[in-house]
């Protein structure tokens, strides 16, 4: 079986890996010319950490990350108003990781490399494709040799992001990404502790006034994922003015412009002041998703990740639920005969619940802890809070008895 995946990403490479540790074989088309470790932070939950860890992966994701052991959410001076354990000290066979984006790919990426050489294939870009009864014909543009190409293969998986290209020709009428007003602004700083050095720290109540903060390793210079040093990544949730068109431009963002908007804020366990003095690369995002799609396979071509199910940053999913969508493909594709069987079969697993996750997030998910702790009412008991917490966790399959006791997707019948 000949596999095709556009989109040379962590869930792309993940896939990748996936399919090698399967027996089944994959080459990633990828548009840009390098693969640099370019971002900023990522949280990986245990249930992805878990699937890494199959894949043979789980020492050297430990080098390059740290193990955040508490996540609290705080009000905006830094008042705790709920806490809980994390990764192993929550009761979790693996740990949370916490790193930088680019260094996770660049791990991903080195594996691939080590394993299936010549698998991914750059400065290659997805133009369209074409399915019939037995396969289908990947059109691509080879940017280095400057000509079109036709890849046939017996699968077609879009790797290929928010933006998706796979997705745009599945659904030519969507239009772009859905962008509810807020901006991130997300940096690096170095030399600054936060708290323990293990906590992930959300501050904060409504998207658009929260800030975010967390532990991570990061490379000392650009583009050089084998120099790490301890990095705090930070997130300044804002809400500008209006919606214009120009405010969804992702854009360099100056010391002083950041230093205007953190004025408001008095986060008390956080020195704002080095935070900024040692902060590099400051970038505004708009937070965006797309709606939930009714379906996500069409004969040999289906979507992954964020082509898939892009959603709010809440909850610390993205990238986790992208890792166990590649893992649960290479599962159904080795355990079918018709390929596009076990496609449909995949996405029976997962469109349904990370629709509904998708959902989720637009509500604030797990992050509806702040707003009702706010209130320290009678409605925003412990045991309340609590029940939030454990239902966003059941829904995104993510308690300690989902992740230690669920079979292995490598052990499957």
């Known amino acids: 079986m000949r596999i095709a995946i556009v989109g040379g990403g962590i869930s792309g490479l993940a896939a990748a890996l996936s399919l090698q540790a399967v ?14 470790p370019v971002g900023v932070g990522i949280n990986l939950l245990p249930s992805a950490v878990r699937e890494l860890s199959e894949l043979g992966l789980d020492a050297a994701l430990e080098e390059v990350s740290v193990t955040p052991h508490r996540l609290a959410y705080c009000d905006r ?128 109540g409504t998207a658009g006034a929260k800030f975010i903060a ?26 500008p003015p209006s919606q214009a068109r120009e405010d969804r431009e992702v854009r360099r963002m100056t010391t002083d412009q950041v230093r205007s908007r953190l004025k408001v804020w008095n986060v008390g366990f956080a020195d704002m002041d080095a935070l900024l003095a040692g902060a590099t690369g400051i970038v505004c995002f708009p937070m965006l998703d797309r709606d939930p799609l009714p379906r996500w396979s069409f004969g040999p071509v289906t979507l992954l990740g964020d082509a ?70 009678s409605h925003s008991t412990p045991e309340r809070l609590n029940r939030i917490a454990d239902h966003y966790k059941s829904l995104t399959r993510a308690l300690p008895a989902d992740v230690n006791s669920g079979p292995s997707w490598s052990n499957r019948d």
């Open 23 to 36: 027996g089944l074989e994959a080459v990633v088309f990828e548009e840009a010319e390098r693969l640099d």
């Open 77 to 204: 001076a830094g008042g705790l108003l709920w806490q809980e354990a994390l990764g192993r000290p929550a009761g979790f066979l693996w740990p949370q990781c916490s790193l930088h984006r680019g260094v996770l790919q660049t791990l991903l990426l080195r594996a691939v490399g080590q394993r299936i050489p010549g698998a991914v294939r750059t400065g290659i870009s997805l133009l369209g494709f074409e399915s019939d009864g037995t396969g289908v014909d990947v059109q691509l543009y080879d940017r280095s040799a400057g000509r079109k190409v036709t890849y046939r293969a017996d699968v077609l998986i879009g790797a290929d992001g928010i933006n998706s290209r796979v997705r745009e020709k599945l659904y030519p009428a969507e239009g772009p990404a859905l962008w509810n007003g807020v901006h991130m602004w997300r940096g690096l700083s170095t030399g600054v502790d936060l708290l323990d050095g293990r906590t992930v720290v959300v501050a904060g």
């Open 214 to 239: 967390y532990p991570i390793l990061a490379p000392a210079q650009p583009c050089d994922a084998s120099s790490l040093e301890p990095a705090l990544n930070w997130v300044l949730e804002t809400r």
């Open 308 to 377: 898939a199910h892009p959603m709010y940053p809440m909850g610390m999913n993205g990238g986790t639920q992208s890792i166990i969508d590649a893992r649960v493909i290479a599962h159904c594709l080795a355990h079918a005969s018709d390929p596009c069987q076990a496609l449909h079969h995949y996405e029976a697993m997962r469109r349904p619940r990370l629709n509904r996750v998708v959902r989720a997030n637009r509500l604030l998910g797990p992050e509806r802890i702040i707003k009702l702790a706010e209130q320290r009412g």
